[in-house]
């Protein structure tokens, strides 16, 4: 979800780039250089420079490429305030998200209210707006939309439905989802719904 971030924010952008497959179970030479200190994905390498964290990444496109449809808003106040939601969505969202396929009982159904509670609180952020940016496609559309890949995944093995939760928020999703920056970038739901019931199931999270 995080590598479709950079993606997404390149193609919202219009900028052309070279997209390479990274095999987390036997990381090249480059990703091992590019981001020494983290070893992960993604990394963004720009006139031979690497840039690496998601969010950090899609701030750097915003500055770097300004002109083309701009992400976060030039307001200090509003700039901070995406800022905090972007976060949340990868403190709060990720986390209870992660526990909704990686536990049984109890602890998966603590995750499920968690995870129903940061989407609302998410949902009541939006409110009527078209985007979380306003009238434009913005900073925290961005942070949380690549998550609505993995939506099924999370109800799947919650066991519940997001819409029945927050239609309004899936609303939005399906909106984020008819621009073809967004539809082009993110993964199929199937695909990695697939991978994670065989993920649990080899390593016994059943």
């Given amino acids: 979800m995080f590598g479709m971030r950079a993606r997404l924010a390149l193609a919202e952008k219009g900028i052309d780039y070279e997209y390479k497959e990274e095999n987390l179970g036997d990381k090249s030479p480059v990703l091992l250089e590019m981001n020494p200190v983290h070893k992960k994905i993604p990394v963004l390498i720009h006139n031979g420079k690497p840039v690496c964290e998601s969010l950090i990444i899609v701030q750097y ?7 083309n449809s701009p992400l976060l808003p030039s307001d200090p106040y509003q700039k901070a305030q995406a800022r905090f939601w972007a976060d949340f969505v990868d ?3 990720y986390d209870a998200g992660k526990r909704l396929w990686t536990t049984k009982g109890d602890g998966l159904e603590t995750a499920k209210k968690d995870f129903i509670e940061a989407l609302k609180l998410l949902e009541a952020e939006l409110e009527e707006k078209p985007y979380f940016g306003g009238e434009n496609f913005g900073f925290v559309d961005v942070a949380l939309v690549t998550f609505s890949s993995w939506f099924y995944t999370y109800e799947t093995c919650g066991n519940f439905s997001v819409e029945e939760h927050c239609p309004k928020l899936m609303e939005w999703v399906k909106r ?3 621009k073809e920056s967004v539809s082009k970038s993110l993964a199929d739901p199937k695909k ?3 991978f994670i019931l065989f993920y649990k199931k080899k390593h016994g999270f059943e």
């Fill in 91 to 93: 403190k709060k969202v």
């Fill in 192 to 194: 990695i719904c697939d």
């Fill in 61 to 67: 496109i915003d500055e770097v490429w300004k002109d």
């Fill in 176 to 178: 984020c989802m008819e």
